[in-house]
């Protein structure tokens, strides 16, 4: 079973759209949860931290259920600019982060 | 802003050499690390460093590869003898300390073994 899974995609999402993306994860050890962004052939970038009690930064929503060990990122009115990879990552406190594959997202014009 | 930086942008091998990817970490960070990523595939963990020395490792990294903090501001990556499988997306990473999710990642280098 794969330590982080997602749903590889892609979403195709007019601009202004809401999306929902969601993984889960194996390792009941984790202790941190990230959601990273990626472009093609670039760095992971950080977008936000996941707690458990949710935590939005503008137009991105992160939740955490440890119960389900299930993560989701909720991106609202969506812009050109968040056509990416977006990344799932776990962290079970020994400073080595565990990526899932990540959803595409494609949002059209 | 301060950035991890890392050179060379693009190597390219002969299977059997040895390279060393370079890397600059931001300057007041203490872990070091190194991810790589295969293209297509999930980006994967390799090794952490700190007060120079290994803290983990995953099971990629056997002894075909090693890494070095040689002087103040360098982390390096050596892989001794390169395998066509080794071909991937490096990417190095630093944060300060005991925190992951200050994990600030390198452009990478792109690693072609021919």
């Known amino acids: 079973r794969k330590e982080v899974e997602q749903d590889p995609g892609p979403f195709n999402v007019p601009e202004g759209a809401t999306v929902a993306f969601n993984c889960t994860y194996s390792?009941?050890?984790?202790?941190?949860f990230f959601w990273y962004r990626q472009d093609c052939r670039k760095e992971p970038k950080l977008l936000m931290s996941?707690?458990?009690s949710g935590n939005e930064d503008g137009r991105f929503t992160a939740q955490l259920n440890r119960a389900s060990q299930y993560i989701s990122l909720l991106i609202r009115d969506s812009k050109l600019s968040d056509s990416a990879t977006y990344l799932c990552?776990?962290?079970?406190?020994?400073?080595?982060?565990?990526f899932g594959s990540g959803t595409r997202l494609q949002v059209q014009p | 802003e301060p950035e991890v930086t890392q050179t060379p942008s693009h190597q390219v091998t002969q299977m059997g050499q040895e390279v060393i990817l370079r890397c600059v970490p931001i300057?007041?960070?203490?872990?070091f690390y190194w991810y790589r990523q295969i293209l297509g595939q999930k980006v994967e963990f390799l090794v952490s460093?700190?007060?120079?020395?290994?803290?983990?490792k995953s099971e990629i990294f056997d002894d075909q590869f090693s890494v070095e903090r040689p002087d103040g501001s360098n982390f390096t990556l050596k892989i001794r003898s390169t395998k066509l499988e080794d071909s991937a997306m490096y990417f190095c990473?630093?944060?300060?300390?005991?925190?992951?999710?200050?994990?600030?990642f390198g452009p990478g280098t792109r690693l072609t073994v021919l």
């Open positions: 990473a630093s944060s300060v300390a005991g925190r992951t999710d200050t994990q600030y």
């Open positions: 390792n009941s050890a984790s202790q941190s």
């Open positions: 996941v707690y458990s």
């Open positions: 990552v776990a962290d079970t406190g020994r400073r080595a982060l565990t």
């Open positions: 300057s007041n960070h203490l872990y």
């Open positions: 460093f700190y007060n120079n020395e290994i803290s983990e």
